[in-house]
């Protein structure tokens, strides 16, 4: 937001203190709007707060951080308003596996349909400046997206696909329906089927989809410890150390030593089964059952002994 000072006319500049050369603080630009009870142009806004020149770089970073987080907004004119007054309701974009979403006000009013023609230009987690409109059945409300204030995802983790000869990213969260698709000079060698991690170059437009780079790849579903990976990037959880922690971790033994078996039973030797179904994300679910004598004297019976280990 930039502006050049220029005469103006009608509203009294604010008999409140003038400022020389401090910039006016955020709730003060807003209490000024809220006086004019209009959208100002800024060139005005700054006479009416008393923005000397030496001020007026400052002062035009400050509109447009204000602007950037929703605070402000600009209409045709190119004059600076209210989101409140112009009935632009700010909040978050839930999105939906099956491409329509919602979008959640930050004054917790109550949430309002977006339907897939506005969810194509947002991903799920975007900050945005909505607008209610009727909506065509009754009891829902509804609203389209006016402008995307902050984008919520920055890389997304899912898995690679490749259909004739495109490649796209089907994302790990089911509420970005979106695929990401990659850049066609990205030369990243994963395969399709492999998890990985691709960073938004261009987020989606109302009729472009979102394009990414692959930064990283994870493994296959099927690896070891894989639903670990994929929720530390996905939740943006830290998984990397200190060069200080991890000389402390290279200490340890990597099997246990008889210390580390105090107070433990040891079941390393018996030969648990998995119950987890072939194509689950992790085999961390098994059983081991063997034949055992249950009861004493005449009263004993043969049974089986099952440990399930979870």
């Known amino acids: 937001m930039t502006y050049q000072r220029r005469r103006t006319s009608g509203l009294r500049p604010s008999t409140k203190p003038v400022f020389t050369t401090v910039v006016p603080e955020r709730e003060r630009i807003l209490e000024a709007l809220r006086e004019a009870g209009?959208?100002?142009?800024?060139?005005?806004?700054?006479?009416?707060?008393?923005?000397?020149?030496e001020s007026e770089e400052g002062f035009s970073?400050?509109?447009?951080?204000?602007?950037?987080?929703g605070e402000l907004i600009t209409n045709r004119?190119?004059?600076?308003?209210?989101?409140?007054?112009?009935?632009?309701?700010?909040?978050?974009?839930?999105?939906?596996?099956?491409?329509?979403?919602?979008?959640?006000?930050?004054?917790?009013s109550g949430d309002l349909f977006l339907g897939p023609g506005e969810m194509q230009k947002v991903l799920h987690g975007d900050r945005v400046l909505g607008r209610e409109v009727p909506a065509p059945r009754r009891g829902k409300r509804e609203a389209v997206v006016v402008e995307v204030l902050e984008r919520g995802n920055r890389r997304v983790v899912g898995r690679l696909h490749v259909e004739h000869g495109v490649?796209?990213?089907?994302?790990?969260?089911?509420?970005?329906?979106?695929?990401?698709l990659v850049?066609?000079?990205?030369?990243?060698?994963?395969?399709?089927?492999?998890?990985?991690?691709a960073e938004i170059i261009e987020q989606p437009t109302r009729h472009t989809q979102p394009i990414g780079r692959i930064v990283e790849v994870l493994g296959t579903y099927a690896d070891p410890g894989m639903e670990i990976e994929i929720a530390l990037r996905k939740h943006d959880l830290p998984y990397l150390f200190s060069g200080e922690?991890?000389?402390?971790?290279?200490?340890?033994?990597?099997?246990?030593r008889a210390t580390d078996l105090r107070g433990r039973v040891d079941l390393r030797e018996l030969p648990l089964v998995t119950i987890d179904g072939e194509t689950a994300r992790d085999f961390d679910d098994a059983v081991y059952c063997e034949p055992a004598t249950m009861g004493r004297g005449k009263s004993a019976a043969k049974g089986w002994r099952l440990l399930v280990a979870i």
């Open 38 to 53: 209009i959208p100002l142009e800024p060139e005005r806004l700054a006479e009416l707060l008393g923005v000397v020149p």
């Open 61 to 69: 970073r400050r509109l447009s951080a204000m602007e950037r987080e």
């Open 77 to 108: 004119r190119g004059a600076l308003g209210l989101p409140s007054k112009m009935d632009l309701i700010r909040g978050r974009v839930q999105g939906h596996p099956d491409g329509f979403g919602f979008l959640v006000p930050e004054d917790a």
């Open 167 to 180: 490649r796209f990213v089907v994302a790990e969260e089911r509420r970005v329906s979106q695929d990401i």
């Open 183 to 197: 850049a066609a000079d990205d030369p990243h060698p994963a395969k399709a089927g492999q998890v990985v991690v």
């Open 245 to 256: 922690i991890e000389k402390l971790a290279a200490k340890f033994p990597a099997v246990p």
